[in-house]
T-cell receptor, first 114, second 110 residues
Framework: NAGVTQTPKFRVLKTGQSMTLLCAQD?????MYWYRQDPGMGLRLIHY???????AKGEVPDGYNVSRLKKQNFLLGLESAAPSQTSVYFC?????????????FGEGSRLTVL | QQQVKQSPQSLIVQKGGISIINCAYE??????FPWYQQFPGKGPALLIA?????SEKKEGRFTISFNKSAKQFSLHIMDSQPGDSATYFC?????????FGQGTRLTINP
């Protein structure tokens, strides 16, 4: 039972570089989310998806793009990384709309932008 | 703007004591209020949750108290144990997504 798997777990980037974080879930969940966690700020929603082929903006979407080409995968992209994007990124999923309060999280991806 | 405000940011409690974490919200459209527990190096995990038509929910040593008129809810951990040391997040559900509070780092001293 893998649940929600995030890759990579750690990454160091230079300002201006691009990268993609991959989230995969094996629970056949409809909804997927990307959050960032920063000290004193809690978990803030970046983007989310309510089904394959759909995406929507969360609280802090600027500087990020996402894609959900397959139901089990949700990709988070940084086109031109900035130091302000240094954070721990968490992917989460939920079964469907009724269960949107019950999120299953991955173990996080720690990104440092120099 | 923070839609869910959580306090305190950090809390130290002696083993066997009661830990209390508070949250407040503004949006009356929120319809589900979960608490998540996070250990270092791990993702948050659902701990306990309550719906706004209930004033209290208890699961073992963990209790949520909910005050709809005041738009506040709190987590009480009875007989706190060192294994409860973690970061706790309150959250509120609205429009297909969860909004989280700022988090509370709880330390239980043995």
């Amino acid at each position: 039972n893998a649940g929600v798997t995030q890759t990579p777990k750690f990454r160091v980037l230079k300002t201006g570089q691009s990268m993609t974080l991959l989230c995969a879930q094996d629970m056949n969940h409809e909804y997927m989310y990307w959050y960032r966690q920063d000290p004193g700020m809690g978990l803030r929603l970046i983007h989310y998806s309510v089904g394959e082929g759909t995406t929507a903006k969360g609280e802090v979407p600027d500087g990020y793009n996402v894609s959900r080409l397959k139901k089990q995968n949700f990709l988070l992209g940084l086109e031109s990384a900035a130091p302000s994007q240094t954070s721990v990124y968490f992917c989460a999923s939920s079964l469907n709309n009724w269960f949107t309060g019950e999120l299953f999280f991955g173990e996080g991806s720690r990104l440092t932008v120099l | 703007q923070q839609q869910v405000k959580q306090s305190p940011q950090s809390l130290i409690v002696q083993k066997g004591g009661i830990s209390i974490i508070n949250c407040a919200y503004e949006n009356t459209a929120f319809d589900y209020f979960p608490w998540y527990q996070q250990f270092p190096g791990k993702g948050p995990a659902l701990l306990i949750a309550i719906r706004p038509d209930v004033s209290e929910k208890k699961e073992g040593r963990f209790t949520i108290s909910f005050n709809k008129s005041a738009k506040q809810f709190s987590l009480h951990i009875m007989d706190s144990q060192p294994g409860d040391s973690a970061t706790y997040f309150c959250a509120a559900r609205g429009a297909q997504k969860l909004v989280f509070g700022q988090g509370t780092r709880l330390t239980i001293n043995p």
